[in-house]
Each structure stands twice: as structure tokens, then as C-alpha cells.
């Protein structure tokens, strides 16, 4: 059976959350000792150590997953005591998600602490190429907010370094492996969407942002359909990326785009840019121009670009 540390190192290598349960305190008897440990993958798999029996691992390893999800720790006292007992006790208490009962003849009470470990979210960005101040100022939130920020970018000018920086002229965003902690923003100003966007559909990302126009969003959602991609990645997908804020600037629009992630990712609803409009031209409901007060739609050569009134270049 491998050791801890080489359980912690494949984990953490494979970017796998986990938890590690910790038995910091014993009263009464129980065979169990302080620092006796239980690593918990999250499918709740015991993949090293114990906690001194079966008895008491059964609902530690349902805490240790819940901590997981939560992504915060937990000090879990566990009661070691007979039926009656802990009928008793569970009567004369309210009820508390840090305290279990397990009935059992052994007596005592363990304190456990459970510390969850989650690998970095990622924030990758993939651009066109060139000089993009929205991809520079989302690198900047990114890292202020704690992100691994990635820049997959052919030719880029930036003055904020990345964490990781892919420069690879036809690098394949597919060949990392992603997950739900992962945040994809695609950049690539209509040259490239619908390939990288049909590329990421084959993963379980947490986000994919498009930052387009609504023409440009519409267009490159019927592109994806024709391409068979799932509908389910198409609903998930937010397009165009960002709260609904009213930006204007590129640090605004990258603000919007970045407060959009954090609420995807504490599970807050929120109002996307445009999300109305873009639905009404995916449907081809009505042939008309789509709302766009305040904006210029601007395409040159194939490359899409929403630019605010009076801002160009």
C-alpha cells in the first residue's frame, strides 16, 4: 500500500481534490489514537491510513466529502456510545452538522479535524494574438483573486505575466486536462471560436466565456450546432461572457467577465450580457438587427469585434 506521501503527491500531480480526516482528540475507549489519519478522495475512497475501525470511518468519510464540496474545514465530533445512550443524547441536544453519533460498545469520543484540499483553479485565456487589454486586465483579476492564470497566446504583449504561458501557433487547447476548476475565457475575436469552443465542449469545464458580439455569438452558436455539439454545453456556455454591468472599458469588461466566474462558482444566479437577445437570434425568430445600444458592431476580415461608441482602434 503506498505511503501518505506518495498518496498526497499522485493526488496532487493529477489535480485531484481530497480531504485529509485527522483524529486530533480521544476520550474514553477506543482503540483509536490522535494522529491517526484517513486520506478521502472525492468519491469517497479511503485511499490511505484509518482511524482505528469501521465504525467511526462511515460518516467521517460522508463529512470529509461534504467538506470537499464546500470547500471549507470541519472539526468533527464523533460519539462512541450505546444505542440508548445516543438516543438519549440526540434528545437533549440540538441537532449539529459537527456532531455524529455511532453506536457501538466502545465507548468514548473522538474529535476529528477535516481539512479539505482542492488544487488552484485555473484561469485560461486564449487569445488571437497581439496586444488585448482585456486579456491583460484578466490576468491581473486572476491573480488577485487567487487564480493559476494561464495565456494561450501566439504572439502576446503583455506587461502582467501569466503563471503559465503557452505561445504555440496551432497549440490544441483539448490536449490539457481540464475540469471543473478550471475557467476558460476564449479571446480569439472570431479567427478561432468555433474550434476552440468545439474543443472545450469535450470537457467538463466549471466556465467557458465567449467575449464576442451578439452577432458574432449567434453566428458561432449555429456553427457549433451543425457541428453536433451538445446542447447542454451550448446552454452552459456564456456568451457573450459577463455580467451584465454596463462595461465600457476593457478593465470593466474583464471585471464583468470575472465576477461572472466567482458567482458560477458560489452558485449565484446572475444577469448575463445580452443573454435575451443572443437566445432570440439563435432562434431566427425575427430577422432583424439585434438590440446593441451603445455599441458598434465591427467585422473586418473575418474578425469580429464590439467596440463602445466613440472608442476605436
Known sequence: MPGFGEVIHSLESQRKPYAIATIVRVE??????????????????????TLGGVC?????????????????????????????????MMADRPPSEDEV?????????LEIFIEPRLPRRRLIVVAQGGRDDVEEALIQFGKVLGFETWSINPSPVLHVKPDVLITDLDFDVGSIDLGERDHVVVLTKGG??????????????????????????????????????????IRNLSAPAGIDIGAYTPEEVALSVMAEIVARIRGVKVRRKGEEEVAEMVKGSEAKEPETTGRVEVQLSGTDCALPEGRGG
Open 101 to 109: 453519533f455511532v453506536e457501538t460498545f466502545c465507548g468514548g469520543k
Open 56 to 88: 467511526p470511518e462511515g460518516p467521517v468519510i460522508s463529512v470529509a466529502m461534504q467538506a470537499i464540496r464546500d470547500e471549507r474545514p470541519r472539526v468533527l465530533t464523533v460519539h462512541l456510545v450505546g444505542p440508548e445512550e445516543s438516543l438519549k
Open 192 to 233: 478561432r471560436d468555433v474550434e476552440v469552443l468545439e474543443k472545450l465542449s469535450r470537457k467538463k469545464v466549471g466556465y467557458v466565456g465567449l467575449v464576442a458580439s451578439r452577432r458574432r455569438v449567434a453566428h458561432d452558436i449555429e456553427q457549433l450546432r451543425a457541428l453536433g455539439v451538445p446542447e447542454e454545453f
Open 28 to 49: 474514553g475507549s477506543s482503540i483509536a489514537k490522535p494522529g491517526f489519519k484517513i486520506v478521502v478522495d472525492q468519491d469517497g475512497r479511503v485511499l490511505y491510513g
